[in-house]
């Protein structure tokens, strides 16, 4: 299938190990910040969000930190899987975009290893 | 449950060619995305449309690319005289309802175009 991300850093983990991916973002203004999983020929899966009150967020193996100081936001997985292996998007919205239009990071390749 | 398809999956091209590509949203969701993802980079944004509404078209590049939503609900994006740098994958989304708020935008998986 088609290549997403062939020139997109990568993180490499072993199987069962935590990942942290990181993302900065551009504007102050932004008032919700999500992350997405895009696998080989596919679109981009959403994962988590979270909203500019806030500063963590938990789901299902997923963590999501927000430091509006630095303008960073973080994606941390739990005992990280091969199904994991995929680019991970950092995207935010905000009053700028309407709301609507969806800005996206540069994007972060994730490869487990068994 | 049906999530948000794109057809065709794949297209090519000939430089100069006029090409239309499809996207049926999630049924019942209300605002609908189209977005440009060239290879290696994130999606960006083209236009958006509420219900039948083109609400914004901010992302276009040139006026060769044009979407419609007649009914609110199919849309089509259609590229004239196609060129080399239209290559990419162009993405559509939907979600429930739109303007201020956490709605979570649904991806298709994308119609790849290559123009040769």
């Known amino acids: 299938g088609e290549s997403v991300g062939l020139h997109l850093p990568t993180l490499s983990v072993q199987e069962g190990d935590n990942s942290i991916i990181n993302c900065a973002y551009s504007n102050s203004a932004s008032d919700y910040f999500i992350w997405y999983k895009q696998e080989s020929g596919k679109g981009p899966q959403f994962i988590i969000d979270i909203r500019s009150n806030m500063d963590k967020r938990q789901g299902q193996r997923v963590t999501v930190l927000l430091n509006k100081t630095v303008k960073h936001l973080s994606l941390q997985i739990a005992a990280t899987q091969p199904g994991d292996s995929a680019v991970y998007f950092c995207a935010e919205k905000g009053p700028s975009g309407g709301y609507n239009k969806l800005i996206f990071g540069a994007g972060t390749r994730l490869a487990v290893h068994p | 449950g049906a999530g948000v398809s794109q057809s065709p999956r794949y297209k090519v091209a000939k430089r100069g060619q006029d090409v239309a590509l499809r996207c049926d949203p999630i049924s019942g969701h209300v605002s609908l995305f189209w977005y440009q993802q060239a290879l290696g980079q994130g999606p960006e944004f083209l236009t958006y449309f509420q219900n039948e509404a083109q609400l914004d078209k901010s992302g276009l590049p040139s006026d060769r690319f044009f979407a419609e939503r007649p009914e609110g609900s199919v849309s089509t994006l259609k590229i004239q005289r196609t060129q080399q740098e239209d290559s990419a994958v162009y993405l559509c989304?939907?979600?429930?309802?739109?303007?201020?708020?956490?709605?979570?935008?649904?991806f298709g998986p994308g119609t790849r175009l290559l123009v040769l």
């Open positions: 989304a939907s979600s429930l309802v739109g303007g201020a708020g956490g709605e979570t935008q649904y």
